[in-house]
């Protein structure tokens, strides 16, 4: 039995992370957080990125690419 407690799934990425979980540049992160296209939330004045707005951004890509190809 392990006594090591794993770590617990991130709950809110800071919008750096979430442009290295998404393997895009943080201005581009930046850029879609102001066009409305990465959602965030705030705490304080801290703007940070849950794990399901960074899917439904895969997901509008996905729809994105559809639509072009």
Do not use: C, H, W
């Not at 991130?10 to 393997?23: D, G, N």
């Amino acid at each position: 039995m392990s006594t090591v407690a794993e770590p617990a799934e991130q709950l809110l990425y800071r919008p750096e992370e979430a442009a290295k979980a998404l393997r895009i540049g943080r201005s581009t992160v930046y850029e879609e957080i102001r066009l409305g296209r990465l959602q965030t939330v705030r705490i304080g004045r801290r703007r940070l990125v849950p794990p399901e707005y960074i899917a439904q951004y895969v997901e509008l890509l996905k729809r994105e690419a559809e639509t072009t190809a």
